[in-house]
């Protein structure tokens, strides 16, 4: 009350000069609800329960033919599973991805303004058509052949220019379907961190973007040298200098000028075990002999973890989890209900957007989806 009688008393040019003190001093707006998003190649239904915690699943994946982008009858069928579940799960939103490892016709698609054209209006009639929400494009990756798929070292600029044409034709498909403010058809990238996103101009292709899924996993495997955390969130002092993490991706899409909301990092439902493990460190950033292969998360609950001769440890400058099989000499790196509370108290610490995680149907009974949303929210 004496601040009011005070604020009264001034002449309105304090006055004003008043009320701008108090809102530059005001604290910042809360932060909305933060995103929890899941990959899904839709083998097995969800439990309505977890459903209702998700709040977009992004269906893996379209495919680029002739420069469109296309689902077979096939897909299409397994696209509407899951758009159908709008109809019970209103929150609920769905979004097509486009390509994924090994994935070609980007480049090609992206080289001239007719082909970028032609690809975004495709797109953006496929997710109309579909009842879908949004497009997410995982080209894996611009300016980069590792994976057997086409690149140029025009890649970079082109891929800042196609995004563009897609976010132009998603807005015009929107507005002929009264899709608007909060629920405009949204436009995301999967995109990997270090040497991988060079041929992204990450800064031109934001403001296009509603998010970017960070694919912060996969760090560790069958082409690295040594086994390590694949999917850490910070790389410990026993890591190579130049070992990715999570961490490490978020800073580097910061230092790009990213806002911190627009940036969602993954997490792994999945474990990469490595054969032929140096022991030494527990088989921690060791050489191995051949890699073994990926395991579901209720492959490694039932089969692995504490199991069968494989012990779990724990790296607390990581903040993620291992397992060890000394008589074997077997390494496996995978995520768990610890690492993942960590990562969701990173993104509410920094303010990020939220978690994705790859893929929905390695966690059938919901424990790993269970860890993020209780860990965010």
Sequence with gaps: MRI?????????????????????????????????????????????????RIDTLIFAFAHVVDGEVVLDPAETARLRLRTALKSAHPQLKVVISVGGWGAGGFSEAASTPEGRQRFADSAARLVSANDADGLDVDWEYPGHDEAGIAASGQDRANFTLLLQSVRAALDREGASHDRHGDNHYTLSIAAADGPFVDGVDIA????????????????????????????????????????????????????????????????????????????????????????????????????????????????????????????????????????????????????????????????????????????LR
């Design 4 to 52: 009011r009688s005070l604020l009264r008393a001034l002449t309105p040019a304090l006055f004003a000069a008043s009320l701008a003190g108090c809102a530059a001093m005001a604290p910042a707006p809360s932060h909305p609800a933060w995103r929890v998003i899941g990959y899904d190649t839709v083998r097995d239904d969800i439990r309505p329960a977890d459903i209702d």
């Design 204 to 375: 031109a292709v934001a403001p296009s973007l509603d998010w970017f899924n960070l694919m912060t996993y996969d760090f560790f495997n069958s082409m690295t040298p040594t086994t390590g955390h694949h999917t850490a969130l910070q790389a410990p002092a026993l890591a190579p200098a130049d070992a990715r993490s999570a961490d490490k991706a978020v800073k580097q899409f910061l230092a790009a000028g990213v806002p911190p909301h627009k940036l969602v990092i993954g997490a792994a439902f999945y474990g990469r075990e490595f054969a032929q493990v140096q022991p030494d460190h527990d088989g921690l950033y060791q050489p191995f002999g051949h890699y073994q292969g990926e395991h579901p998360w209720i492959e490694l609950k039932r089969d692995f973890i504490d199991r069968n001769g494989y012990a779990r440890h724990w790296d607390g400058e990581a903040r993620a989890p291992w397992l060890w099989n000394a008589t074997t000499q077997r390494f496996i790196s995978y995520d768990d209900p610890s690492s993942l509370a960590a990562k969701a108290a990173y993104v509410k610490e920094h303010q990020l957007g939220g978690i994705m995680y790859w893929e929905q149907s390695q966690d059938p009974e919901g424990e790993l989806l269970d860890a993020i949303v209780r860990g």
